[in-house]
């Protein structure tokens, strides 16, 4: 770049940057230098030579391919291992919730919505409710009273393509 008041004089530094770059390049060549191990030195401290050092060194085994040891197959031979595989997905939390029925409503109905409101739901009284695990629809059952507490009597599974049915109602 120039000065616009006196084009004729440089402003930029540009000729002093390959020196910069030449001494910092100078400075990085003699650290590595330095560095450098000789080998042969250290070689003879100990008195052994690299090729009777390379004649003691045990041949290495050929390690197994990575897709043996990740992409083992599914057989029996490891009950033990499978078991405790199967043990740590028994310990998953999941959530089943149940469903009584659903509504379609607009914004104004809800906001409308009040204390002692009665919302109605398309299912009918008497009829299966849905059983729910983490939002997908496993089973229907019918709804009981334990003691003090309601609970859910499973009285049907629901088979992939029931789901799917169901799903869209």
């Known amino acids: 770049m120039t000065d616009p008041k006196n084009p004729d ?3 930029d530094k ?4 390959p020196d910069d770059w ?3 390049m100078q400075e990085q060549g003699a650290a ?3 560095d450098d191990i ?4 250290a070689f003879a401290e100990t008195g052994e030579t690299p090729e009777h050092t390379l004649e003691e060194t045990p041949p290495v085994a050929a390690a ?3 897709s043996d040891l ?3 197959p599914l057989s029996g031979t490891d009950a033990h291992g499978q078991s405790r595989e199967l043990d740590v997905i028994m310990e998953i939390p999941v959530t089943l919730s149940v469903e009584l029925g659903r509504t379609r409503m607009t914004i ?3 906001l409308d919505l009040a204390k002692g409101s009665v919302v109605e739901l398309d299912g009918l009284a008497g009829e299966p409710m849905n059983i729910l695990i983490n939002g997908y629809l496993i089973a229907q059952g019918e709804v009981v009273v334990v003691e003090d507490k309601y609970g859910i009597r499973i009285t049907d599974i629901i088979t992939p393509s029931e789901r799917i049915h169901k799903l869209n109602r």
């Open 108 to 110: 104004r109905e809800l």
């Open 64 to 66: 197994p391919p990575a």
């Open 70 to 72: 990740i992409f083992q």
């Open 32 to 34: 590595s230098d330095e």
């Open 38 to 41: 000789d080998w042969g030195s």
């Open 22 to 24: 030449a001494s910092a």
């Open 9 to 11: 004089s440089p402003n």
């Open 14 to 17: 540009s000729d002093e940057m």
